[in-house]
C-alpha cells in the first residue's frame, strides 16, 4: 500500500522559511517523478515543483528563486525547501506521484504566511 506523508508546514511571517518533506512508503522515491502541488480553498490545485528520475528538476515561475525541490533517497523523502515566503504562498502544499496506473497523494500540510 502506497502513503505519502507530509509534514514541516506551520506559521511563517512574510520573508520566513519552511523546509517540506514527503516521506514515501510502499514506492521507492528513486525511482518516480514526484511533485509537490499546493491548493488554496475554493480554487485549483497547482503545480509547484517536479523531481524527476532522471535528477532534473523543475520549478514553477511563481516560486523560481524562492523555492528547491530534492531528493533524500536514503530516507525515500522527497523535500520543499521555501524561503522568502510570501502571504500568496499560503495554501495546503501536497505531494504528489503520478504514475501509469495510478495518482499518489498525500493528505496535505498546510503552510501559513502572515504578519
Known amino acids: 500500500q502506497v502513503q505519502l506523508v507530509e509534514s514541516g508546514g506551520g506559521s511563517v511571517q512574510p520573508g520566513g522559511s519552511l523546509t517540506l518533506s514527503c516521506t514515501a512508503s510502499?514506492?521507492?522515491?528513486?525511482?518516480?517523478?514526484v511533485a509537490w502541488y499546493r491548493q488554496v480553498p475554493g480554487k485549483d490545485r497547482d503545480l509547484v515543483a517536479t523531481?524527476?528520475?532522471?535528477?532534473?528538476?523543475n520549478v514553477e515561475d511563481s516560486v523560481k528563486g524562492r523555492f528547491t525541490i530534492s531528493r533524500d533517497y536514503t530516507r525515500n523523502t522527497v523535500y520543499l525547501e521555501m524561503s522568502s515566503l510570501k502571504s500568496e504562498d499560503t495554501a495546503v502544499y501536497y505531494c504528489?506521484?503520478?504514475?501509469?496506473?495510478?495518482?499518489?497523494w498525500g493528505k496535505g500540510t498546510l503552510v501559513t504566511v502572515s504578519l
Open positions: 504528489n506521484i503520478p504514475r501509469w496506473d495510478a495518482q499518489y
Open positions: 510502499g514506492i521507492i522515491v528513486s525511482a518516480n517523478t
Open positions: 523531481s524527476n528520475v532522471d535528477g532534473r528538476s
